[in-house]
């Protein structure tokens, strides 16, 4: 009996798969790994590969690959790239709701890539695709003073003025760069801020250092940093972070 209904079981099986054989797949059992061998997988993989540079899993590059330019054009200009920015501003604005606001509290906020977008710079230079140049960016990007505001980060900035949050603004540019920096500020609708501090050139300090340091003289000045906003590692980790961190995506990520 035992023997009969095995031989029943498996007959039932293979009938079912023959009328049924559109509903059955057959999955691998590996993923593909690695990217750009031109395959229907690429999308996936840059996507990836994204993922783990954002993560700082990737480290040491310089350029972001050929073959993940289309991709990366694709999350930014798709809007997928917004959609994560609302995300973690979102996340911002309500921790910040939840806390009792004082007279001496700031949210810093990074300025490239954080608050004024450097898409139109990227854009015109391979989306990443090309070795970062300081001295050309300077020239071509922030000289012009014409950088929009990233969307989403100015609205949480004005949602966090109305929760009666001073706002300092920390960023890597030299002070040669403060007029200039001030004015795109207010073009692109950042009109109040409590603080700008830019980088002495003779200060060697690399970014994580730097920022670190400017961190901790606000909190000898009394001021109680309850959130610290940037798209780059460099700007969020070292000494100082204040109550809490948080990451703003950047498809167009270098290692300093």
């Known amino acids: ?3 009969k209904f095995v031989v029943f079981f498996v007959a039932t099986f293979l009938v079912a798969s023959q009328c049924h054989g559109g509903s059955f797949r057959s999955f691998p059992l590996e993923m593909p790994t690695g990217y750009g061998d031109g395959s229907s997988y690429d999308d996936v993989r840059c996507a990836s590969w994204r ?6 899993n990737i480290l040491g590059f310089e350029t ?22 609302k995300t973690v501003n979102q996340q911002v604005f309500f921790y910040a709701s939840d806390l009792k606001i004082q007279d001496n509290d700031v949210v810093i906020f990074n300025v490239d ?11 015109q230079h391979g989306y990443g695709s090309e070795k970062f140049n300081s001295t050309r960016y300077d020239e071509e990007f922030v000289n012009k003073g014409d ?24 960023t890597g540019r030299l002070t040669d760069k403060k007029a ?22 003779s200060n060697g300090q690399n970014t994580l250092e730097y920022k670190s340091t400017e961190r901790g003289k606000l909190v000898q000045q009394g001021y109680r940093i309850i959130a610290n906003v940037a798209d780059q590692w460099s700007s969020l980790k070292g000494g100082n972070q204040g109550l809490r961190s948080f990451k703003l995506p950047n498809p167009l990520y270098f290692i300093e």
């Open 1 to 3: 009996m035992s023997m």
């Open 51 to 56: 993922l783990a540079v954002e993560a700082q």
């Open 64 to 85: 972001i690959p050929e073959q993940c330019v289309a991709s990366t054009a694709n999350y930014i200009e798709g809007g997928q790239y917004q959609s994560d920015s």
């Open 113 to 123: 890539g954080t608050v004024l977008s450097n898409i139109p710079y990227y854009s």
């Open 147 to 170: 950088a929009p505001a990233l969307p989403e980060t100015l609205k949480n900035y004005n949602k966090l003025l109305g929760l009666g949050v001073k706002i300092i603004f920390l």
């Open 180 to 201: 200039v920096t001030e004015a795109n500020l207010r073009k692109a609708g950042f009109h109040t801020w409590e603080k700008l501090i830019l980088k002495e050139p």
